[in-house]
């Protein structure tokens, strides 16, 4: 009996679909605009966290040591450091290593090298690089260091350089996903209020049909059903299309969000996401035919 | 079968109209009883009554027992399902041939396809439209959609039918046609109600006639005649 319910509903669903060629395509371009204006905040909101976290990962805070602090002293700041749940990473880089890549950087600037030479010995400190979870951990980072037992091994922290750089990446971080947030809250609103419209003249349409199945006796969900199935067609089908013209459109757009990170980078990440944004818009899709056929079916089925 | 006990009915709205005023009556089974009256009498709005379109001001309405008004929004198609329906403007759907409409009742209840498959034909014979079954309403002549609806109407074999105008957009002899359909329905065993407001169908047909006026039952006579 259900599944004898469901399959007549289905079939009945997919004939109004079939039938009502010109409502179908206009619902389902409706539909699609929607999912590709929320789609488009989704891709947005991905490349600004490819381009926020490339900057991310050239943002630290270098902490150096006095040239007396033995090196023992440092590998236990390190693993200190690396107790704080704020911290994600922590490299030591010796007086040694400072050296090597300090005269790699300036291999080009032989004034440098050979003062360095000159000098005899290794004029540079030895140094902890921290990297934070998260941009906004980094003066919760710096000042914990300032105030423990370390402070007077250390003869800086780079912290203050880097404060600015930090700061306003937190601010385009947290303004992005605001703004993000409100435009796709809106669209959604819009965008059910628009197909909701639309599948209520589907069911204007079919008002007759609905009438005589109430009086030959069909219950509820038997008259509600076909529709209902009606919305995730059009829902699953703009998910389809969306999919379509979504991906070639970030091909396109690749290059110029680009910026500080390679164009393969950007593709390669959006590729990683394709089942995701599929889930998401078949997800939405017919969310949204469901819930406007669920609502606009409502007022013919009282009494 | 179906009885009305101190039936009100008052639209409510603008203006506040009262359809139905203090009705009271039975019905027995297997009777063949004619509404009649002006348009505004309130004949349809008894029969909504009866198939629960509408809900009495007052008043109980009880079908074998049952007190209409009593059931559950989810007990209504069932309760639909006990009473065929024939209207003035057959109510047919026009993409749909006739062996669709009349399946499309067995197909809402659940009967399964085989059922279907037998039933349909049979009932198309018994109105005489078993060889137009691949037809479409749009192809056949008023009275014959009215067959349809009538074919419609009997296929899950409900108790009682209710036909409200069913002869209202059809000629003299299509209509007569209609009315001795319903006559050999009822002798067949079903509760027929048929409402009209034709005189010469009511006097032809010499069963109980209950006529309505404003609201109110002014006669109703077992061999009854047309007369207001």
């Keep these: 009996m259900l599944i004898l319910t469901l399959r007549r509903t289905f079939t009945s669903g997919f004939t109004h679909f079939r039938r009502n060629g010109w409502l179908s395509f206009a619902v389902i371009s409706i539909i699609s605009l929607t999912l590709l204006i929320i789609s488009t905040l989704i891709v947005l909101s991905i490349a600004a966290n490819i381009i926020i976290r490339s900057v991310q990962d050239k943002v630290d805070i270098s902490v150096y040591f006095k040239s007396e602090v033995p090196e023992t002293r440092i590998i236990e700041f390190r693993s200190a450091v690396l107790q704080y749940k704020e911290v994600k990473s922590a490299d030591y880089i010796s007086k040694n290593r400072a050296l090597d890549e300090f005269k790699v950087k300036n291999a080009d600037n032989p004034m440098i090298l050979q003062s360095i030479d000159a000098i005899g010995d290794n004029p540079l400190n030895a140094s902890v690089n921290i990297k934070a979870v998260t941009p906004d951990k980094y003066e919760i980072i710096a000042t914990a260091i300032q105030n423990s037992t370390f402070k007077d091994d250390i003869s800086r922290i780079n912290y203050a350089k880097n404060k600015i750089v930090i700061e306003r990446l937190n601010n385009v971080l947290s303004s992005t996903r605001k703004v993000g947030a409100v435009l796709a809250t809106l669209f959604s609103l819009i965008a059910i209020l628009i197909t909701f419209n639309a599948i209520r003249i589907t069911i204007y349409a079919h008002r007759q049909e609905i009438e005589i199945m109430r009086l030959v006796g069909a219950s509820n969900p038997y008259i509600r059903l076909p529709f209902i199935f009606e919305g995730v067609i059009y829902g699953a089908i703009s998910a389809i299309v969306v999919m379509l013209f979504l991906f070639p459109l970030i091909r396109f757009a690749a290059p110029y969000i680009a910026g500080a990170v390679s164009v393969k980078d950007v593709q390669a990440n959006f590729l990683h996401y394709f089942w995701l944004i599929f889930f998401v818009q078949i997800v939405v899709g017919v969310a949204l035919g469901t819930i406007s056929s669920l609502i606009a079916v409502r007022r013919y089925l009282k009494i | ?228």
């Design chain 2, 1 to 228: 079968m179906i009885e009305f006990r101190n039936v009100k009915k008052i639209y409510t709205g603008g203006i506040n109209t009262v359809a139905l005023d203090d009705i009271s009556f039975v019905i027995e089974k297997e009777e063949f009883v004619s509404l009649v009256g002006h348009s505004g009498a309130g004949k349809s709005t008894l029969l909504k009554l009866l198939y629960a379109e509408e809900k009495p001001t007052s008043g109980e309405i009880l079908f074998n027992g049952e007190d209409i008004a009593k059931l559950t929004l989810g007990q209504l198609p069932y309760h639909r399902r006990r009473i065929g329906t024939v209207f003035q403007d057959f109510k047919l759907l026009p993409r749909k041939t006739l062996f669709e409409n009349v399946s499309f009742a067995l197909e809402v209840s659940g009967h399964s396809d085989k059922e279907i498959r037998e039933l349909v034909p049979q009932i198309l014979e018994i109105v005489g439209l078993a060889h137009k079954m691949e037809s479409y309403p749009r192809e056949i002549s008023g009275g014959e959609q009215q067959r349809v609806a009538i074919a419609r109407a009997l296929v899950h074999r409900p108790p009682l039918i209710i036909a409200d105008e069913p002869t209202g957009n059809l000629d003299p002899i299509s209509s007569w046609g209609i009315i001795q359909l319903l006559l050999k329905i009822n002798k067949l065993g079903t509760t027929v109600l048929l409402a009209t407001h034709n005189k010469e169908i009511v006097n032809r047909i010499k069963k109980r006639v209950i006529t309505l006026d404003q609201g109110k039952i002014i006669r109703d006579h077992s061999k009854g005649r047309y007369a207001i």
